[in-house]
């Protein structure tokens, strides 16, 4: 089974704290021609001359231009998702594929797009085994961070002969033990490495018997992420065209399970169902998992104050509330703000949902209204 929980963006934190004269700019980084190099320059030109007219700092913009021609180090489709304040680059992000440039200068991180991005990504291992052991990659469908390694048992005997007697079913025994203990010792490598990274699914393809076997060996936490995917393998002349189709599938399937988990949990239990509620909600510091409709709040505003879980429709909320001087922001940007303030998750929804007419709602932690009737 495979687990469905939403992952906290707690890396964006740092971000999320900033009030006043914060810089956030998103530039599309690609070097997939021979031109690339000088388009780069003209986005950040483009971005330093729109920062600069919206009235930001000339030495915070300048950082920022800078951070942008740093080079990345990937070839291909890139995205750079940069934030910062004063002097200090706060936040800077690769996403895998190309975004479109774009920058904002107010009081507050605009961190929706990067927080989408990072919410849906999906890291995974395939893992390609035979009898020796196995060969590992790790990677995640947002950023760049692919990594190759080799899990590889002692293999002392692992050559099976025709023959007959008594030795030949010795030496065939002998032969299953060693399989059995390099799988186990692939097994043993993926335990750890689930433990130590955010590893949400383990796609096994190769050898059917060594694949079984792992099935078998595997400890719980990787038992829960582990599939078993029908192309591919270690051997030579393996298709990767069909084993690519088979881990699209699977990630897709990934995603789809945390959506149903997430919406499960809107049709009962503590919730927040409508603007008005979640952003009660997210003062209260209740949201375990933020859900957020693509578009649904494009034209709405909010007020915030200098600590993420301050915000609200109106100035007056927050004068209320004891800021002498609000911003005034987009209202999704202060709700993503006010979620990562509190370590909660966010899912990103790309079609409405009957359960949130306005494509706005939370999972809750606690909820500490007063229940109907009770009074």
């Given amino acids: 089974m495979t687990p469905t929980r939403t992952a906290p963006l707690s890396a964006l934190r740092p971000a999320a704290d900033l009030f006043g004269d914060v810089v956030t700019a998103y530039v599309d980084v690609s070097r997939d021609n021979e031109n690339a190099g000088h388009e780069i320059e003209v986005r950040a030109e483009n971005l330093r001359r729109e920062l600069l007219e919206a009235g930001a700092e000339e030495a915070l913009v300048d950082s ?19 934030v910062a304040r004063g002097d200090e680059v706060v936040t800077d992000v690769l996403l895998a594929g190309a975004v479109p ?33 196995a060969d590992i990659t790790i990677a995640g469908t947002t950023g760049h961070g692919e990594r190759e390694m080799v899990s590889e048992g002692d293999h002392d005997v692992l050559h099976k002969f025709r023959g007959g007697g008594w030795a030949h079913r010795r030496f065939q025994m002998r032969v299953e033990d060693s399989i059995e203990r390099n799988v186990e ?8 490495l ?12 190769g050898e059917p018997k060594s694949c079984t076997l792992l099935q078998e060996s595997a400890g719980g936490e990787v038992a829960e992420r582990l599939e078993v995917l029908d192309h591919g393998g270690r051997a030579e002349g393996a298709s ?11 990630l897709q399937r990934c995603r789809s399970a945390r959506l149903d988990a997430v919406l499960e949990r809107l049709g009962g239990g503590a919730k927040a169902v409508g603007v008005a509620e979640t952003v009660e909600a997210l003062r209260r510091g209740e949201v375990e998992t933020l859900v957020l409709l693509q578009g649904a709040l494009d034209d709405r505003e909010a007020y915030v104050g200098p600590e993420p879980l301050l915000l609200g429709h109106a100035r007056e ?15 999704d940007e202060a709700m993503v703000r006010a979620a990562i303030g509190q370590d909660a998750g966010l899912l990103p929804l790309y079609a409405p949902v009957g359960l949130l007419p306005d494509g706005v709602g939370a999972v809750l932690r606690f909820d500490t209204r007063p229940v109907p009737g009770s009074a």
């Fill in 185 to 192: 010792t692939v097994a043993s490598d993926l335990d750890t």
């Fill in 64 to 82: 920022v231009s800078a951070r942008m021609l740093t080079p990345t180090g990937h070839g291909g489709e890139t995205s750079r998702a940069v």
């Fill in 101 to 133: 440039s774009r920058q904002h200068h107010g009081p507050i991180a605009h961190l929706h797009e990067l927080a989408r991005a990072l919410a849906d990504d999906v890291r995974y291992a395939v893992v390609r085994v035979d009898h020796t052991g």
């Fill in 317 to 331: 909320e927050l004068e209320a509330f004891g800021v002498d001087a609000p911003g005034r922001t987009r209202l």
């Fill in 240 to 250: 990767d065209e069909r084993l690519d189709e088979d881990v699209a599938a699977a």
């Fill in 194 to 205: 689930v433990s130590q990274e955010r590893i949400d699914l383990v796609l096994v393809t």
